[in-house]
Every structure is written in C-alpha cells, then in structure tokens.
C-alpha cells in the first residue's frame, strides 16, 4: 500500500518563501508529482521527480529524496495568487501503470 | 477549447436516481481516469481505463459504474445515487510513460438529496 502524508494547512506572507513538505511510504517508488489546485478548480501540474535533487522551474522548485520518502515543494517571492492547494502525488514502481496516489493536500494561504 | 471536458459541470439530483456523468479528450491519450474529491479527504480513484477493452477498479468504486465507449470517452455512471456521493467529480487523461503527468477536467460538482 501507500501513505502520503503532508501538512493540512500553511500561512505565509506575500514575498517571503514557502516550504511544502511531502513523506511517503510505498512498496516501491516510479516518479512524484506536485499540482497546485484553486478553489473549485482543477489540479494543474507543477513539477515531476523521479531521481535525487531539486528540480527548480521558475519561483517553484521541487526536491527529492528517495532514501527519505521524502519530498519538498519550494515557493519563492509569494504572490497572492499562490493562495491554492498543494497536492503531492506517488506512482509505484511494481504497479506502474496504475495512476497516481494523491495525498490529502495542503491549504497555502498567503496574507500580505 | 479544453482540451479534457466535462458534462454536466453541476448537478443536482434525488437520491436513488440514475446519473451520468461524462467525459471527453481530445489530447488522444490513451489512459483515463475518474476521481472524487471530498474536503479534508483528497483525490481518490474510482476507475481508471488504459484503453477502450480495459477497465479497472480504483479505491472506491463501490456504487459506480464506467463505460470507455472510445478511446476519447469515458463516463462514470451512479446506478443510484446517494447523498454520501455528494462531491467533486474529476476525470483526468495521461499519455504512457512514467513521466506522463495527468491532466485533469474542470470538474463536475455533484449533490445528492
């Protein structure tokens, strides 16, 4: 089975930068996701690890580690439309074409 | 265009009622998938299709039904609904490939008196 956990609900202040953290356990491991998801809206995608390290796009970057189950989701100079939902997500390596497995979430809100 | 859709985008129905809900791709990938979202609970699997001969049950496909009709269509039907069924519905296409992220549909808002 799998288990992603991550924090419920975060605030942070426009400008400043957030840190997202990601823990998983699964019986094997084939790549994590991160989607940012408005209110009522649908996922979007942000980033993709599958290896060890940070993978940086932009204000956003994304780090990995495997040995861990252990991911991050970096924003830097927060903008109000970053107010959103965080969703980490795993794909198994022994099911691999099984769709991901998302965690619960986390509720950034960002206040000037 | 969008280029995954969903029909309806809101609903409104009684329970033990019959429902369809629908979904169309025009990326041409050949995996889809329906999910449910409920507050505090997250995204969860109801079915998911790799192509139109192939359907699987996902983590909470008690009380729903699937049909791939063609590689670009995939409905998620409610044999009779009930209020607990009341969510987020959310279909969502990928191409093959482990690096294949998925995309996702506008959602369909879904209550069930």
């Known amino acids: 089975g799998q288990n992603i956990d991550q924090p419920t609900e975060m605030t942070a202040t426009e400008g400043a930068i957030v840190q997202i953290n990601c823990t998983y356990q699964t019986s094997g491991f084939n790549g994590l996701f991160w989607y940012q998801q408005h209110a009522g809206e649908a996922p979007t995608f942000l980033s993709y690890n599958v290896l060890d390290g940070l993978e940086e796009k932009g204000r956003f970057s994304s780090f990995l580690s495997r040995s861990k189950g252990y991911s991050y989701l970096l924003l830097k100079e927060l903008q109000m439309k970053d107010s959103a939902s965080y969703l980490c997500?795993?794909?198994?390596?022994?099911?691999?074409?099984?769709?991901?497995?998302f965690g619960k979430g986390t509720r950034l809100s960002v206040i000037a | 265009d969008a280029d995954v859709t969903q029909t309806p985008r809101n609903r409104i129905t009684k329970t033990g009622k019959r429902i369809m809900l629908e979904c169309s791709q025009t990326?041409?990938?050949?995996?889809m998938y329906w999910y449910r979202q409920d507050p505090g609970l997250g995204l969860r699997l109801i079915y998911y299709s790799f192509d139109v001969k192939d359907i699987n049950k996902g983590e909470i496909s008690d009380g729903y039904s699937v049909s791939r009709q063609a590689q670009a269509k995939f409905s998620l039907s409610l044999e009779s609904a009930i209020p607990n069924q009341t969510a987020l519905y959310f279909c969502a296409t990928r191409r093959q490939g482990r690096q294949e992220t998925q995309y996702f549909g506008p959602g369909t808002r879904l209550l069930v008196l």
């Open positions: 990326k041409g990938h050949d995996r």
């Open positions: 997500a795993v794909r198994d390596v022994f099911s691999g074409n099984t769709p991901l497995v």
